[in-house]
């Protein structure tokens, strides 16, 4: 596969306006091809606002974004995700590293939150609960000793005993096999309003998108949110939110329900992935695989759930000014991606997602420590 | 294992009457030879129906199938094979390379519907269901976190559940693992009744033929269906829709049954795998191995599901004027013979199922990819 047209902001910028608000951008092809001799993440300039901002505005952002750190090529972006990556050292305790939960998990569904904790893990998380339905729960743990499952999203006190584990918990992923039985449904909205109280990061991906979708206020505002959609669970959102099917170009919609939903952080999955954050734009074309097979969105948002942790624990010096969710979200795509390539050259066709996740490893050393 | 000897369409046919039915038949020894040193893939022609049918008109069918790609050898004929096999492309979503179902999984059997499930998922798939008793459920989702396993074969609302389903269905796989419970097995009538309603391609293998012995209108005349009978299931088969047990040659018993179930594409497993849709007779001697352990017309029946969607799929231009339910089966008796072949040459007497779906990957790439 080859990578995409690179996009670069600010520097590249030319006034201008047009119809579909992409007015001041302009390809750079081939600025990108700098790891792996095949990725490129672009960055978009907030051009896409020029119809509500003045130019001046929208350029003085782009330009505050370029001002932070040099934005040619992919190299420098990842070299920010490097940033947020904890150093290792023997100084520290269980824990420190990550304690990820995973809220999914029901009668039809335990692949899922297997591979979203499973990920979290190789990534570089320390501890990986799942809270899943009580007959799921014996199979997910079938899966793997290594994660800790917890059979009460389907009990009457189900919020509470989430809400208990939460003081413990450094962010949580919402949605993998989650499926949409109303009572679960209802007890995630509750654990999303203490997730929200504590302050705690939350990655909400599949079925716990389409909750989202019937109930936007839920996550309305909350900056501390990243929506990882695909193409389907988008346009349910944009429809939802925007009232529109989220049409336009990818990057303009992106960024118009990332804006609409109070700036939480949107990652639209697809041929390229477009992230944003209602103010910048990103997209991640890092080379992946044609495979399409069912629990790659499961291992991009579990690795973005311990992402998110260290971005936001890394604080702005490190982060450079950048929004540490939308670093966390070039680094997951990126990750998954690597790790969907990896696993596509040795296995072809007959790659599975237990595959790409014995790539994280030597895919996370090639992007983010080598 | 020697390959078989070739018989080759329409060009060898010889003016000539039989009792047998084979007049027009001529061996071509040696011509088929291509493809791993050991392979053969043989194209008989319509000339089974001389009973029934004038020379010249068994002969327009054989040279009409003859006239569309020359069938020298199984190189051609994997040719067509490989021309219904979706491209790679990173413009796809989900789903898109097939999302297949398996209807089977019972008290007894857990091993045959995650064979045949995870086999398509190899195979290529994006998704791949089992529709199982709720005790079975369990333990076939333990076995792979790939898989999405409903519980819902025993329920009194079995049918409804699946057929919920079903338009998010490319195939269905009905049998592995089904066993003959008849409450199951009445199931399994409103699901085969629904799916053919849907016009949802079959492939009906195991115990789900026992149920097609007793009910054969079930499937009469649905030319999305694909029998994969052995010998003992062929025997059953021939006896309850043509009151005879199926013996004279294979060539002709295949295409007899075949016909009188109303084209519903037939593949008799066995030494060669003989495979008609009532028209052309094909055999597959695909070199494999004399390993016969349970669970390998598992690993065929999925990859089947499989490849008749992409058969289906693919359109006439890229099938060259050759039935598509026959030109995936031949897909598959290969593949699960170079599975078994490879798998064999690694484990010798101790092969089992997991062995040769693990080859699944190189298997295909040789044959289909290389």
Known sequence: M???????????CRRGKSDTGLAGMAPLAGAGAVLAGAAAVALLSAALVLRELPLDAVLQRAFSLHKAHSIKDMENTLQLVRNIIPPQTSKKHKGQDGRIGVIGGCQEYTGAPYFAAISALKVGADLSHVFCTREAAPVIKSYSPELIVHP????PGAVHDVEEWLPRLHALVVGPGLGRDDTLLENVKGILEAAKARDIPVVIDADGLWLIAQHPAL?????????TPNHVEFSRLSEAVLREPGNGSDREAVWRLSQALGNVT???KGEQDVLSDGEQVLECAQEGSS???????????GALGVLVHWALLAGPEKTNGCSPLLLAAVGACSLTRQCSHQAFQKHGRSTTTTDMIAEV???FHRLFEA
């Open 291 to 301: 495979r399409r097979c069912g629990g790659q969105g499961d291992l991009l948002s």
């Open 219 to 227: 996550i309305q505002g909350y900056r501390k949110a990243v929506l």
């Open 266 to 268: 949107v990652v639209r």
């Open 152 to 155: 009460v999203l389907d009990s």
């Open 361 to 363: 490893g030597p895919a």
């Open 2 to 12: 080859a990578a995409g047209p690179v996009w670069v902001a600010a520097g590249a």
